[in-house]
């Protein structure tokens, strides 16, 4: 029964009612006017009061007994609950050593446990990130260990938490036994008043001291209470039926209790009032604890009015407070969806196929967000939580079962890579010092190739062996390009020389004797081709000699095949000198054939034309045309063969 159903059960009648934090035995009862009931003299007899509380008197008595059990546990309400789901291990840990540090020990238990419940979770997920990151690397899982110092902090916080408490009930158990023999001692004194003779003023006096003595003494051992608060009231009851003689003692103590029971009304009535449902509720419990505990009786006139009033304030807060959960409970549901939603949607990602590392890595990310956001979405329903994180680490387990299998056969994989890579290693190695760089530049450049057609190595491999093959080939093409710049130097000497020669060319001035100007010509020509190669990037001059040279002869008017097989003749020299195995001279001459052939081609194209003609005049525009283009493609033939004949003479 929970401390709500206290406050619904003051008027003596008891409901159940399930609420999800507070959970106490106690039963509020106004057992206090129940002592004042006698029919002739307004006080009831100790056999008539037995009685008519019997259906609640044991229960208040226990109840009472809880609540006394640590007074302390009221402070837990005023400590800030925090989000816990949303802190990291670290900020839990020092969260834990704060409240320590800074709060009593007994008044933190809920607050501990719910850091200890999220630390367990969210280390317990970090673990298996690490196991399944140790596997992928190739350990074995039955050698899997990790610790962290956070973990360390966080036990050793706690262990001073267990060690605390441990302490504190020990001192509380000590405290009950001393009040306990201080209640009995009491007791002890009641039952001596009505045997004292003095003033009956005297007597009462001392009658309200022990009663304020009894208020101030500390709780007592639970299975004692019954017996001691049966006995007190019991003979409490007996000096009320001592008192009846002197109504007017009797008449003030109603009026005192009247007027303290009134300000506990209104008090409730405010309390009704206030939207903090929960501090409102905790505040009502303790005004019943003195409704029952610390008044006694009032007039009969009075006493069904004000427990009507006050249970009607009662009642307005447990509806409060029944709306709050009611509340509370919403917001848990859509957390719960949330969290749902994320476990629906990591066994998807875990079902899609991918045999990529990329994609692996892309689910793995994606796998991680939602991790994240199901830590952040809150709390769920109590009664689901369990299976709900159940639940979610099974998805995540099979998620990683998926992935830790997909790069295992990846290792296998990958160390057949290193196997090829380093025998790419060894064939860079054997011939970085090579100096025959014709047959050993290819190889070079096909096992850089290779390299980059293999993948993936193992991590821990990867730096180490790319180290080795690069030196290697370093160390090789280093020495080539030292041998090509040492070439270059002579290629760059005869650009300077051609880049003269060609602004001699362009400043040539013809004289009018055509022999002499073309023998001036072909002289430079041969000039050009004795200077030799210049550097690939360089090349271009050549494009400018041959434009410098056309104008000269476009100036000469020389016939236009004998200019072509000048600059041909230059040309073929400047391929004949490339070290590319004569491919050079091999697309030229390939090239020339196949000019041959569409030529060809096009002449007998006409020649067929021609044959639509044949009572034709030869005069004819369109035959004259005809036969112009057959002459001239035949005069392009015959250069064409000529520079084939040429290039036929270098093999």
Known sequence: MSELDNLQDADGKKETVDTPEIKTDEVVNDTSEVIDNDVKEEIETPEESSTASDDGINEIEESNAEDAEDEGNKERHTIEFKEYDKMSLEALAIELEKLLKNEKVQAIKSHVDGIKNEFNSKFNALIDEKKADFINDGGNEIDFYYSSPVQKRFKSAY?????????????IEQDLKQNLKDKLDIIEELKGLINVEENINTTYKHFKELQERWRNTGPIPRDKYNNAWNSYHHHVEIFYDFLHLNRDLRDLDFKHNLEKKLKIIERAEELAKDDDAMRAFRELQELHKMWKEELGPVDKEHREIIWERFKAATKLINEKKQLYFKEIDKVYE??????????????VIAEDSTNSHGGWQKKIREVETLRENFFNAGKVPIKVNEATWAKFKDVVRNFNRKKNAFYKNLKKEQYLNLQKKRELVKIAEDNKDSEDFEATTPLMKKIQSDWKKIGHVPRRDSDKIWKQFKAACNSYFDKLHSKRNEANKEFIEAFNKKQKLLDTIKNIKLSKDKDKDLTLIKEHVNTWKSIGKVPNDKRFIEGKFNKAVDELFSKLKI???????????????????????????????????KKIDEIKGQINQLENNLQFFTNVDEDNPVVK???????????ELELWKSKLSKIKKLY
């Open 559 to 593: 016939d236009r095949n004998e200019a072509e097989m000048i600059k041909f003749e230059t040309k073929l020299e400047t391929l004949n000198s490339n070290d590319d195995d004569n491919r050079s001279l091999d697309n030229e001459r390939s090239f020339i054939r």
């Open 159 to 171: 262990r001073d938490y267990r060690n605390k408490l441990n302490e504190h009930y020990k001192n």
């Open 625 to 635: 045309d005809v036969n112009t283009n057959i002459s001239k493609h035949k005069k």
């Open 334 to 347: 859509k957390n719960l969806e949330k969290k749902q939603e994320i476990i629906a949607t990591i066994e």
